[in-house]
Each structure stands twice: as C-alpha cells, then as structure tokens.
Antibody, heavy 120, light 107 residues
C-alpha cells in the first residue's frame, strides 16, 4: 500500500523553528518528485515546496523562500521540511504529497497531514 | 503566478442529482489541471488529472473536461459520500496553484 506519514507538527512561538518529516512506503521513493502542501485552518491549499528525485532541484513558494528548506533521504525513504523564523501565518496543516508518474506534477498521493501552530 | 478561480463557492444539490463545478485559469494551462476532493477532517484526494483522466478506482460518475483556461468537473447522480469540498489545481507552471474550492452541500 502506498503511504505517506507526516510527523513533527506542534505549537511553537513566532520566530522559532520546527522540522517536519514524512515517511514513505509502498512505492519507489527515489523515483518520485515530492512536495509539501499546506492548508491554513478553514482555508485553501498552498504548495510551499517541491523537490526532484535526487534532491538536486528544489523550489519554494515566495511566502516561505529563505525560511523553509526541503530535503530528502532516498536511503531512508524520508522527506523533510525545516521551517525557520516561523510566523503566525505559517499556521496550517502540512501535507506531504507525491506527484504523479512520468513527470506529471499533480499530487497523486497525500499524507494525513500534521498541524503546525505558530502562536505566542 | 497563475490564479485559479472556482465557481460557485457553494453548490446545494439533492442526493441523486447532478452537479457541475467550474474552474478558470488566469492564463492557458493546456490540460495540466487536476481536481481533488476533500472531506471534513481528511486530506485531499486526487480525482481527475490531465483535465479529464480519472484517478485509479474513481467511479465513472465523476468526469472532467476542458483545456486552456476553462475546466469543468461533473458529478452525475450525487451519492452521500460526494458531499465535500472540491479543489482544482494547475500544474503547468510553478508555483502550483489551487482554486479556492467549491463546497458541494446537501440541499
């Protein structure tokens, strides 16, 4: 079964850092483009970052550029998101998502999400 | 950034009836359009990709159409499990952007 399982969410104060992880199973991790997509409470969806198969290419939304870092460990089948200088507007459920095959960049598989709350 | 606009914001439908959801892109995205369903408390679920291809296991009552800037998701004969929020998403350009969602509610 294809599965993505996020962890690491929690409550942090503005300006602090937090790291998220996503453990993958059931597919060829090293051949998959992966992304982090977030959803603020009661709001829509925002793709904050994506990483290519070997980790050599990363892209970020303007809203997180310079503060967030996406990375992957293909030996451990793990995707990570390091979030620094967190702001209240970063409060959201963060989903790990696998894109489709053959370069199709839709989000084929989603994790269950992990909640990040930034508040003093 | 490509802006995706969905309409209507809310659609009230009786079980067994059909529903048509619209999504418009601010510039051409060819057929690089996906639709997702999100039930309360759950992660989004892929329904349609390539504007009209159904995801594995998706019932045939769901269909997608369109290309360029205008897209439609049609649900024929709504079942109880179909009452949810639906998002469209373009994957032609970075950043990948989503519409604001259409809530399909029970009339």
């Amino acid at each position: 079964e294809v599965q993505l399982l996020e962890s690491g969410g929690g409550l942090v104060q503005p300006g602090e850092s937090l790291g998220l992880s996503c453990a993958a199973s059931g597919f060829t991790f090293s051949s998959s483009v992966l992304s982090w997509v977030r959803q603020a409470p009661g709001k829509g969806l925002e793709c904050v970052s994506s990483i290519n198969e070997d980790g050599g290419i990363t892209v970020y939304a303007d809203s997180v550029k310079g503060r967030f870092t996406i990375s992957r460990d293909n030996s451990e089948n793990t995707l990570s998101l390091q979030m620094n200088s967190l702001r209240a507007e970063d409060t959201a459920v963060y989903y790990c998502a696998k894109t489709g095959p053959h370069g199709q960049r839709y989000f084929q598989i989603w994790g269950q999400g992990t909640l990040v709350t930034v508040s003093s | 950034e490509i802006v995706m606009t969905q309409s209507p914001a809310t659609l009230s439908v009786s079980p067994g009836e059909g529903a048509t959801l619209s999504c418009r892109a601010s510039q051409s995205i060819s057929s690089n359009l996906a639709w997702y369903q999100q039930r309360p408390g759950q992660a989004p679920r892929l329904l349609i990709y390539g504007a009209s291809s159904r995801a594995t296991g998706l019932p045939a009552r769901f269909s997608g159409s369109g290309s360029g800037t205008e897209f439609t998701l049609t649900i024929s004969s709504l079942q109880s499990e179909d009452f949810a929020v639906y998002f469209c998403q373009q994957y032609n350009n970075w950043p990948r952007t989503f519409g604001q969602g259409t809530k399909v509610e029970i009339k």
